[in-house]
């Protein structure tokens, strides 16, 4: 059972960028589309990017498109989602999910759909 784990929020003032990283337990990601979400309290899930395998494809909501950067490092099994000039709507529990299936990361930024969730970490932007 693959089980990824996102690290790397926390507290930043608008404007400002972090780096989160998703990796996995004793497995690696190198095989698995993954994709970035990020929920509200209360509001439903919104996808924020998707990369493929090999890196070759990535997708961005439109709301992140020009300030995130998703990328990864195959080597290190790590999957990273780069923010800048973060803004204080950006807050919210960011969640990396992983799937061998290509089709979620084709076309558009799916909320849903991936098999393998891991737990999200907290982003607050103040303003």
């Known amino acids: 059972q693959l089980q990824p784990v996102e690290s790397g929020g926390g507290l930043v003032q608008n404007g400002g960028s972090l780096r989160l990283s998703c990796t996995a337990s004793g497995r690696t990601l190198e095989y698995y589309t993954i994709g970035w979400f990020r929920q509200l309290p209360g509001k439903e899930r919104e996808g924020v990017a998707c990369?493929?395998?090999?890196?070759?494809?990535?997708l961005y909501a439109d709301s992140v498109k020009g300030r995130f950067t998703i990328s990864r490092d195959n080597a290190n099994g790590t999957v990273y989602l780069q923010m800048n000039s973060l803004k204080p709507e950006d807050t919210a529990v960011y969640y990396c999910a992983a799937d061998r299936a290509a089709y979620v990361c084709l076309g558009y930024v799916r909320s849903s759909g991936y098999d393998y969730w891991g737990q999200g970490t907290q982003v607050t932007v103040s303003s």
């Open positions: 990369i493929s395998p090999r890196g070759g494809r990535t």
